[in-house]
């Protein structure tokens, strides 16, 4: 039997660590919530939880019932996607947990629940509640390995791309349903509306192509980020994943040589 990493979540970062994971070959299970908020829906495995199955840079993820079916098609090399977690951690008993779900504050993981814990981001202090936090800010120290200490704090704003941060955003105004007017990969102008969320529509705040949107017809708590757009105007990167993803990946590897796996 391979061991097994559990990653929560299955948003871009999530894929890209579970990608390397099962490159290396471990075998891997990743968690989710029953309905996923992830906007870059064209290389994230979140989307197996509402299309049966996904593949991201040619591997396929599945989503599974239950922690048994997870071990088994974990076993087979697939990539399952269990959502929710539930006892997942209980009967599965992995090697690693790899905290993955990007909230910028910890959601509950605990340095007992696995014989290694790996936190991404800020909310994760390595030695206290994870055995090791990775860097996940861009900047010269992105994918950086903790084994004391915290990654860098929030900063409550967009990583820049093209120079551009918070204009590339847009968030839900207030709680209700998201129905999105354009696709991954779409081209967009500055004040085109782009979706429509809580009785209002949202219009693009620069020129772009849709990096991420959000599937139509999901409720969303008010300041959900809910569209993504690339102001570099090129389609093809929004369906390749990101390379801070894979940096954030490359430091969980880094971890987990460190820690023994």
């Known amino acids: 039997m391979r061991e097994l990493v559990l990653v929560r979540g299955a948003g871009d970062v999530a894929t890209a660590v579970a ?13 989710e919530l029953p309905q996923p908020l992830a906007i870059r829906r064209a290389v994230v495995f979140a989307e197996a939880v ?3 199955r996904w ?21 087979l090399g697939a990539i399952p996607v269990l959502a929710p977690e539930g006892d997942a951690v209980t009967r599965l008993r992995p090697e690693a947990i790899v905290d993955a779900r990007m909230a910028k504050r910890n959601l509950g993981t605990h340095i007992r629940e696995a014989p290694i814990v790996i936190g991404l981001g800020p909310g994760f ?10 860097e996940t800010l861009r900047g010269p120290n992105l ?56 009785g209002e529509e949202l219009r693009a705040l620069c020129d772009g192509v849709i990096r991420g949107i959000l599937r139509s017809g999901i409720e969303v708590p008010a300041g959900t980020k809910v569209v ?17 993803s894979w940096r954030i990946a490359a430091g969980v590897l880094e971890a987990l040589d460190i820690l023994g796996l």
């Open 55 to 75: 593949a991201v840079e040619g591997h396929e993820a599945v989503r599974v019932a239950s922690p048994d079916e997870a071990l088994k098609l974990s076993e």
């Open 125 to 134: 202090t390595a030695g206290v509640d994870c055995h090791a936090a990775v």
């Open 228 to 244: 993504e757009i690339d102001p570099r105007g090129d389609p093809q990167v929004c369906f390749r994943v990101a390379e801070r």
């Open 50 to 52: 509402y299309e049966g």
């Open 19 to 31: 990608i390397r994971l099962r490159e290396r070959g471990l075998g891997v299970v990743c968690t």
């Open 143 to 198: 994918g950086k390995v903790y084994l004391r200490g915290s990654p860098l704090p929030v900063t409550h704003r967009p990583c820049p791309i093209g120079g551009i941060s918070r204009e590339r955003v847009l968030r839900a105004p207030r709680a209700g349903h998201f129905f999105g007017y354009k696709a991954i990969g779409e081209r967009v102008r500055k004040g085109e509306a782009v979706a429509w969320c809580s």
